[in-house]
């Protein structure tokens, strides 16, 4: 089982992970909200702006204070690490 960092010592299980992306859109911010509404929202920023919304194969959307870009780097890094080991 690959996990991810998201901040704060948070880890998702990336194999779950289905996209990362900026929270500044409308359609991601109505997401968001939504997800909120049903009790799918995970927020993972301890007070912080949120950088980066990550949505789950199983319905849940996880908000980040980390930079979509930090996200995705710390995905390639497991990775590679995933195929040298």
């Keep these: 089982?690959?996990?991810i960092n998201i901040g704060f010592?948070?880890?998702?299980?990336a194999a779950h992970v289905v996209a990362v992306v900026s929270p500044?859109?409308?359609p991601v911010k109505r997401l968001v909200q939504d997800a909120r509404e049903r009790g799918k929202l995970i927020?993972?920023?301890?007070?912080?702006?949120?950088?980066a919304v990550i949505i789950t194969d199983s319905?849940?959307?996880?908000?980040s204070s980390l930079q979509?870009?930090?996200?995705?780097?710390r995905f390639d890094?497991?990775?590679e690490e995933e195929q040298d080991g």
């Design 24 to 26: 500044e859109s409308a």
């Design 1 to 3: 089982m690959k996990i």
């Design 77 to 79: 890094a497991s990775e």
């Design 43 to 51: 927020d993972a920023t301890y007070g912080r702006r949120t950088r």
């Design 68 to 73: 979509p870009d930090t996200i995705a780097h």
């Design 9 to 13: 010592g948070n880890i998702v299980n």
């Design 59 to 63: 319905d849940h959307v996880v908000t």
